[in-house]
């Protein structure tokens, strides 16, 4: 069973909105911030946003006013709400959860902007 599971990615159309979710499993204990990231081909991964367990956020300035990013501590889950999207944003999204000293990373989910 994968200890991080993203959904909702897929293909859309510029100006579209998506939600990505992602959920831990329940062998991951006290988890502390959990973000997203995205990687496009042929470039290195980045931070797309960032949620700690107190609900303050961070986002990279490409997709502030754009993206939001939300959790159900609760649920052990992470949303990323994606407005507005452009064909730039066309990555592999994923997520990640620190416990502790480690960090959990799913195995990410398709992202595509196109016409």
């Known amino acids: 069973q994968a200890q991080l599971a993203e959904s909702g990615g897929g293909l859309v159309q510029p100006g579209g909105s998506l939600r990505l979710s992602c959920a831990a499993s329940?062998?991951?204990?006290?988890?502390?911030?959990m973000g997203w990231y995205r990687q496009a081909p042929g470039k290195q991964r980045e931070l797309v946003a960032t949620?700690?367990?107190?609900?303050?956020?961070n986002y990279a300035d490409s997709v502030k006013g754009r993206f939001t990013i939300s959790r159900d501590n609760a649920k052990n889950t992470v949303y990323l709400q994606m407005n507005s999207l452009k064909p730039e944003d066309t990555a592999v999204y994923s997520c990640?959860?620190?416990?502790?000293?480690?960090?959990?990373w799913g195995q990410g989910t398709q992202v595509t902007v196109s016409s």
């Open positions: 990640n959860a620190h416990s502790g000293v480690f960090v959990f």
């Open positions: 949620i700690t367990t107190g609900g303050i956020t």
């Open positions: 329940r062998s991951i204990f006290s988890i502390n911030a």
